[in-house]
């Protein structure tokens, strides 16, 4: 669970990275027409916006190993009607966590979750072999984009029946020698 929150910090600050690039024009306006009256003068290197912009995209783009669960796969007759139901019966079931349906010559396919360890993805898919048991965990590699869009409540410690009700813990009984 802490790896987990790692390195969803070190993806947001990667993602930020990527953003405050966007805002590089502003602050250089910024600094231009101070509100205190000095005066500032910028000389940048020709290739320097390049090179951070290069810099921030790469960032944003860097792919990780990760888990995402099968929900269901097929080329059938029905396969895109079937896949449309079961993606929408997971949305309904799983409000906050990511599922996709993709078309992938020949199958239509619905996938949930963006897991960064097994033992997350392990832990979202025996709540969803509940409501889908012919689920069953895939290694997908991910982008730091699609980690930080997943919901962190779907991290969330959840109860053996998946109402998401987690048991307070037991205060520790007070031992002799306190």
């Given at each position: 669970?802490?790896?987990?929150?790692?390195?969803?910090?070190?993806?947001?600050?990667?993602?930020?990275?990527?953003?405050?690039?966007?805002?590089?024009?502003?602050?250089?306006q910024r600094l231009v027409e101070p509100d205190s009256g000095a005066r500032v003068e910028i000389h940048e290197a020709p290739d320097a916006a390049a090179a951070f912009s290069a810099a921030s995209r790469s960032a944003a783009e860097k792919r990780h190993s990760g888990w995402r669960i099968n929900l269901y796969t097929s080329n059938g007759q029905n396969a895109r009607f079937e896949a449309e139901e079961v993606k929408k019966s997971f949305e309904e079931s799983f409000p906050g966590v990511?599922?996709?349906?993709?078309?992938?010559i020949p199958y239509f396919k619905v996938s949930a979750g963006r897991c960064v360890t097994s033992e997350e993805a392990i832990?979202?898919?025996?709540?969803?072999?509940?409501?889908?048991?012919?689920?069953?965990?895939?290694?997908?590699?991910?982008?730091?984009?699609?980690?930080?869009?997943?919901?962190?409540?779907?991290?969330?410690?959840?109860?053996p029946d998946g109402t998401g009700d987690v048991p307070a813990a037991e205060p520790a009984a007070a031992t002799p020698d306190e």
């Open positions: 669970m802490m790896k987990t929150i790692f390195s969803i910090l070190l993806l947001s600050l990667a993602a930020a990275t990527a953003a405050e690039a966007q805002s590089l024009e502003a602050f250089k990511s599922v996709d349906m993709v078309y992938d832990m979202l898919l025996e709540r969803v072999r509940a409501k889908f048991p012919k689920a069953f965990l895939m290694r997908e590699t991910l982008t730091a984009a699609d980690l930080l869009e997943e919901n962190p409540e779907a991290a969330a410690p959840q109860s």
